[in-house]
């Protein structure tokens, strides 16, 4: 079983300030994905990296993924309260997506 | 896109009893898998409900403890059996629609359980 690290596991900010998320891997995923979590809730895409090296934005959002496809990053920009929740990556294994440990990240206004 | 409607959204058990979950989605979906997750937590995948057959459990979940059906391809149930404190958890049911350039997976709200 192809297993994802998750880094870190919490984090507490200050409005305003940026953050990165790691994702990392021993083994090559075909693609990546990255979802958010509010609780009470299911977990919800917010994207999906495919090609190697690939870098894409949504709003202060930004994902990476690796060169070598085993690992992903998330950055956020001036985080805001309504960033807070659980950030997941999830790799696709056969049919089935396989998640990381997950961060909980909390931003203090 | 595909809608679930998970119930029930929480229960309190006894221990020793079962719970069965329902999950609905609003179209026929290939893929169907029941998750389950500690607050706060990551999740960990129970099985995939295969329709008409079987489910495919995962290391460390067992049928006689997880029994799941899928008699079609829009519900599936997932029955918590003798239970105890240990199966408090959040129980997620997911769908994966994979085609048309998306692998997006979707969820339902989740069933809250707590046995006492």
């Known amino acids: 079983t192809q297993l994802l690290e998750q880094s870190p596991q919490f984090l507490s900010i200050q409005e305003g300030e940026n953050l990165t998320v790691y994702c990392n891997s021993s083994?090559?995923?075909?693609?990546l994905q990255w979802y958010r979590q509010e609780p009470g809730e299911g977990p919800v895409l917010l994207v999906t990296?495919?090609?190697?090296?690939e870098v894409k934005k949504l709003k202060r959002l930004t994902f990476q993924f690796g060169d070598a496809r085993k690992d992903s990053s998330l950055h956020i920009t001036a985080a805001q309260p309504g960033d807070t929740g659980l950030y997941l990556c999830?790799?696709?294994?056969?049919?089935?997506?396989?998640f990381g440990q997950g961060t909980e990240l909390s931003v203090k206004p | 896109s595909a809608v679930i409607s998970q119930k029930p959204s929480r229960d309190i058990c006894q221990r020793g009893t079962s719970l069965t979950i329902q999950c609905q989605v609003d179209?026929?979906?290939?893929?169907m898998f029941w998750y389950r997750q500690q607050p706060g937590q990551s999740l960990t995948l129970i099985a995939t409900?295969?329709?008409?057959?079987?489910?495919?459990?995962e290391s460390g979940f067992v049928i006689d403890k997880f029994p799941i059906s899928r008699p079609n391809l829009t519900f599936s149930t997932l029955t918590v059996s003798n239970m105890s404190p240990e199966d408090s958890s959040i129980y997620l049911c997911?769908?994966?629609?994979?085609?048309?350039?998306?692998?997006?997976?979707?969820f339902g709200q989740g069933t809250r359980l707590t046995v006492v």
């Open positions: 083994s090559v995923f075909s693609s």
């Open positions: 179209s026929q979906v290939t893929m």
């Open positions: 409900a295969n329709q008409g057959s079987e489910a495919t459990y």
């Open positions: 999830a790799g696709a294994q056969g049919g089935k997506l396989i």
């Open positions: 990296v495919v090609t190697g090296g």
């Open positions: 997911s769908v994966r629609i994979i085609g048309g350039g998306s692998t997006e997976a979707f």
